[in-house]
């Protein structure tokens, strides 16, 4: 069957550190893999795209990765702050499915000053 | 400033009762999703519509019906069919199928059956 799995623990982390986290996924052949940060409350955000044929994406302090043989994508924050605090839901999208994104779990981050 | 307004934030529902959700856009996006998620789990696609006055079935239609007359509207009707309606209902939209741009989100309505 399908699977997107995201940690379902939480991250903590100490400020000004690298946050990496991990959206692993089998039996699905995405043509793209969206990243969105979702607070408590409120609706998902959406924050970066990569594409299968990109093996790396970054903006600003967020970098994300791609590998089509692991089935993986590694979300990083560099240098992180308190204020990145909030979970991270990792999408995949397929032709198969009309391109629209099926959502993982999502990852808590906590961002200790 | 463009966006999606969904209305209520909070609702509650009695048993057997029907509700509709609301969910508005002004950003001339073609397309609109409805998504349900529960505490611990993804977001689960419940219906979409593409272009007016065409709409699709998601992984979780049962229980639900949506109508798409206008391009900035998108409303959700949970009926008495659906089982456990309490949860939290999230409506967004996109550009075209969102795969370059990502899908634009609304804060939401909580629905609660009491």
């Known amino acids: 069957s399908q699977k997107i799995e995201q940690n379902s623990e939480a991250l903590n982390i100490q400020e000004g550190k690298t946050a990496t986290l991990t959206c692993n996924y089998t039996?699905?052949?995405?043509?793209?893999l969206q990243w969105y940060r979702q607070d408590p409350g409120r609706g998902p955000v959406f924050l970066l795209l990569i594409r299968e044929n990109e093996k790396e994406k970054r903006k600003e302090r967020l970098k994300v990765t791609f590998d089509t043989t692991l089935k993986q994508s590694l979300f990083h924050i560099t240098a992180s702050q308190p204020a990145d605090s909030a979970t991270y839901l990792c999408?995949?999208?397929?032709?198969?499915?009309?391109?629209?994104?099926?959502f993982g779990r999502g990852t808590s981050l906590i961002v200790h000053p | 400033d463009g966006g999606i307004t969904q209305s209520p934030k909070y609702l509650f529902r009695k048993e057997g009762q029907n509700v509709t959700l609301s969910c508005e856009q002004n950003l001339n996006h073609d397309a609109m999703y409805w998504y349900r998620q529960d505490p611990g789990q993804g977001l689960r696609l419940i219906y979409y519509s593409q272009i007016v006055n065409d709409f699709q079935k998601g992984d979780i239609a049962e229980g639900y019906s949506v109508s798409r007359e206008k391009k900035e509207s998108f409303p959700l009707t949970v009926t008495s069919a659906q089982k456990n309606p309490t949860a939290f209902y999230l409506c967004?939209?996109?550009?075209?199928?969102?795969?370059?741009?990502?899908?634009?989100f609304g804060s939401g309505t909580r629905l609660t059956v009491v």
């Open positions: 999408a995949l999208l397929t032709s198969g499915g009309s391109y629209i994104p099926t």
């Open positions: 039996n699905y052949s995405p043509a793209y």
């Open positions: 967004a939209s996109s550009i075209g199928s969102g795969t370059d741009y990502g899908y634009t």
